[in-house]
């Protein structure tokens, strides 16, 4: 059994699996945010039942993000102990960091969070919810820019590892690490911030089409119609704004890849001869053949996406060395679904806008099925979007930086090839831990299969216990005039989305 392969696929369904979870949280500490702060500026009692009924989803899912993030440290240490110690240096001011500013943080004010609704003043809590949301916003940013390190390197030095004094070797080579040089260029690395930017607003949506999914489905079955009616509408808004925004940032995302990791963009692509480039709809690249099957694709599209010109050329793979090539396959159709859910949402969310505009929404029981369903959409674009980062920096799980003129561009060899300062990353056939044993790995796969389908049974056993219940009524004041007018405001909303509850029952 081959242990770097067994070691690269449990990280990869590790990480998977995990990455259910953040961006969700990410996402809903927007709106809880949101929701609170309508409760504060209108003191519509019925923002603060839907704070507390996404709040309860909330504290779910992040219990499950933190159980299952646990585990990729420790793979960091059994399976690539290696790349640890190549990255260690770098590493640890950023993990450092998201445990000072984002750890700390969301713990502190979790338990306010999820449990001090009647403990603390409403001002407090607003304070509370606003933290956990920074610190889950925070935690994404250390951990893109540990990431963004790896894509595209910066401010490091590479060294010896010394033991006793002398220097390191094994095999007799000489073990290297990265040592930082200069903090601040190790966070602006030239990727850090297009691919935050690219990630948050990918977590956003997620969180925004979670709730537009559970809205849509409590309207079909005509339960908490007010409250329903308002949660859609509010998260359709964000829905749509964000999923506009993502295509801005992808393009931003995609210059950005295409002028420091050029191998990954014609992956992306299946683009194999230097020059003008296509942009590919569909099809299926073949690397022995080098050419893209069954593709339809829209002539010079790519060279005006990353040029502005549709004649100026894009590097090709025939200028990358064979081994240095991506998978090509697994790359282009993750990257392709991303692309391809992404701009499905784009004109799904603008269409639902359009007939909430015109009122005319939540009549359409056809498109209310449709909303509920396209939480899976963003989910997976999520994931596709993060195999086709990662899988296309492969071979290298640190890629290095390309040789550059005085001018910035890439410098060619003597063979026609791109060059790159390969003492600068680090190969993933040589990150992998000396001492692992594929047999070790397995059976690891098999306890973590186990123990997170269980997992993933309970998350979605609470969940969909959460969502039966709903959220808590409305409190309406019976009995003669509301008490202040907080209590007029609180008596007019109940009545309101009781009045609208029973017309639909009557309707149904």
């Known amino acids: 059994m081959d242990a770097l392969y ?213 309207l079909l079955k005509r339960k908490h119609v007010d409250f329903a009616r308002r949660s859609l509408t509010g998260a359709l808004i964000l829905a749509t704004f964000w999923s506009c925004a993502q295509l801005v940032s992808g393009h931003s995302n995609s210059r950005m890849v295409a002028s420091r990791q050029p191998a990954k963009l014609a992956a992306f692509e299946g683009h194999f001869e230097t020059g003008p480039a296509a942009l590919h709809l569909i099809g299926i690249p073949d690397a022995d053949e080098r050419r893209v099957k069954y593709g339809i694709a829209i002539p010079g599209m790519l060279s005006f996406l990353v040029h502005d010109d549709v004649s100026k050329p894009v590097w090709g793979l025939d200028k990358i060395r064979r081994e240095f090539w991506p998978p090509l396959v697994t790359t282009f159709m993750s990257y392709h679904l991303m692309i391809g859910v992404g701009m499905y949402l784009i004109g799904l969310t603008l269409f639902a806008s359009f007939l909430r505009w015109r009122n005319k929404l939540f009549e359409q029981r056809w498109l209310l099925w449709v909303l509920v369903v396209s939480i899976i959409g963003p989910v997976a674009a999520n994931e596709a979007g993060w195999v086709a980062a990662e899988v296309g920096r492969q071979p290298w799980i640190v890629h290095p930086p390309l040789v550059r003129d005085v001018a910035g561009q890439p410098v060619l060899d003597s063979a026609g090839m791109l060059q790159y300062m390969p003492n600068e990353g680090l190969l993933t056939s040589k990150a992998v831990s000396e001492a692992i044993q594929g047999e070790h790995v397995l059976a690891s796969i098999i306890m973590f299969g186990i123990v997170y389908a269980l997992l993933f049974f309970i998350w979605i056993y609470v969940l969909n216990d959460k969502i039966q219940k709903g959220p808590q009524p409305v409190t309406i004041v019976e009995g003669g005039a509301a008490h202040g007018w907080l209590d007029a405001a609180s008596e007019r909303t109940a009545h309101r989305g009781t009045m609208s509850e029973a017309k639909d029952e009557t309707a149904g």
């Open 6 to 218: 067994l070691s690269r696929f449990q990280f990869a369904f590790t990480i998977m699996f995990h990455y259910l979870f953040p961006p969700l949280t990410i996402g809903m500490g927007l709106v809880l945010v949101y929701l609170e702060g309508m409760y504060l500026r209108t003191k519509e009692p019925i923002y603060e039942s839907a704070a507390k009924f996404w709040t309860s989803l909330y504290a779910v899912t992040f219990a499950m993000g933190v159980a299952t993030g646990i585990v990729m440290e420790f793979e960091f240490g059994t399976n690539w102990a290696v790349y640890s110690r190549f990255v260690g240096d770098v590493f640890g001011s950023a993990l450092a960091a998201e445990g000072i500013f984002a750890f700390f943080l969301e713990s502190g004010f979790l338990a306010v969070l999820v449990f001090g609704w009647d403990k603390v003043s409403p001002r407090f809590h607003f304070l509370a919810t606003t933290m956990v949301a920074l610190g889950s916003t925070f935690s994404a940013v250390w951990i893109i820019v540990a990431n963004s390190w790896q894509q595209t390197p910066a401010g490091h030095k590479v060294v010896p590892v010394l033991k006793e004094g002398q220097p390191w070797l094994v095999n007799g080579q000489p073990m290297m690490r990265a040592e930082t040089a200069d903090f601040w260029t190790v966070i602006f690395s030239p990727s850090s911030l297009d691919r935050l930017a690219h990630t948050l607003i990918g977590a956003y949506i997620v969180g925004a089409f979670f709730v537009i999914s559970i809205s849509a489905w409590y």
